[in-house]
């Protein structure tokens, strides 16, 4: 694995910190692929439970590398144009189609295509010292990394319009009024909330949660017809999962279940 994503293993939860703090966590090539062969990699890994999406230093990140962009721009490199589709699209699918909870600790700031990131993810833990920035208009670019889908869904067109357009920060406290994040923690306390908050759901039926993601994703595409055939499709497909019989015959037995994942 690359040094400038660190992976840590715990008790079925796995992190992935962005490791540039020198840059605040921009997102440069090498940073994205990393990231994207990783979440793939926890996607695929039974062990993991639950991930975590972290940020070393001061910041969760600052977005796009604008340096190696520009660099690459004036080379007359063709690749900062498709750095969306190649990069940016795939690690979103990761963490939308991930089979596991995702969580992202926001230590202070989330910029760009770094907020888009925390906005796929499943709960967002912030940190008093947070704050969200969506700045493509002010370099004459429209959203990516799927902000123009998931931000409204989080705290409403009118809201969400207001960041795009004025590009003005939002900080942490209003983050947390508005329902942009989950939990408001003690500055610099974000990764460790996070940490178990995702310990506690790695406990959990995972199998369960896979297809509660995946119908409340089919559910905000669709309509109710189609909302209500994926829900008949995946509450079947849940209810033959090792993780339904036991949590039953925990409930019968009054007793605690004991979750595999399966």
């Known amino acids: 694995m690359s040094d400038v994503l660190l992976t840590e293993d715990s008790g079925g939860v796995r992190k992935l910190t962005l490791n540039r703090p020198e840059s605040f966590n921009a997102l440069n090539v090498e940073l994205k692929l990393a990231l994207t062969a990783a979440l793939r990699e926890a996607a695929a890994d039974d062990d993991v439970r639950a991930v975590v999406l972290a940020g070393a230093g001061r910041s969760f990140c600052a977005g796009q590398d604008l340096k190696e962009h520009i660099a690459l721009l004036e080379a007359e490199d063709p690749s900062p ?7 940016y699209n795939p690690i979103i699918r990761a963490v939308v189609t991930m089979p596991k909870p995702v969580i992202s600790a926001i230590n202070g700031s ?3 295509a770094g907020a888009s990131l925390a906005f796929a993810s499943d709960l967002r833990i912030a940190a008093a010292d947070a704050k969200f920035l969506m700045a493509f208009a002010n370099v004459g670019l429209s959203t990516d990394s799927g902000a123009s889908w998931t931000l409204p869904r989080l705290i409403g067109y009118g809201r969400a319009m207001e960041m795009l357009l004025l590009a003005e920060p939002v900080h942490a406290e209003e983050a947390l009024r508005i329902g942009m994040v989950s939990r408001l923690v003690d500055a610099g306390g974000a ?3 996070a ?7 790695a406990q959990g039926p995972t199998s369960s949660y896979a297809k509660i ?6 559910a905000s595409a669709e309509g109710i017809d189609e909302a209500l055939d994926v829900e008949a499709g995946a509450q079947a497909e849940a209810g033959d999962t090792a993780d339904h019989r036991e949590a039953v015959a925990a409930f019968v037995a009054k007793r605690d279940p004991r979750f595999t994942g399966r």
């Not at 144009?81 to 990069?87: A, D, F, I, N």
């Not at 993601?213 to 089919?218: G, Q, S, W, Y």
């Open 81 to 87: 144009l498709r750095t969306v589709e190649e990069h």
């Open 110 to 112: 989330a910029a760009g």
């Open 191 to 193: 990764t460790e909330a």
């Open 195 to 201: 940490m178990e908050l995702a310990g506690r759901l």
């Open 213 to 218: 993601k995946e119908t409340v994703r089919a």
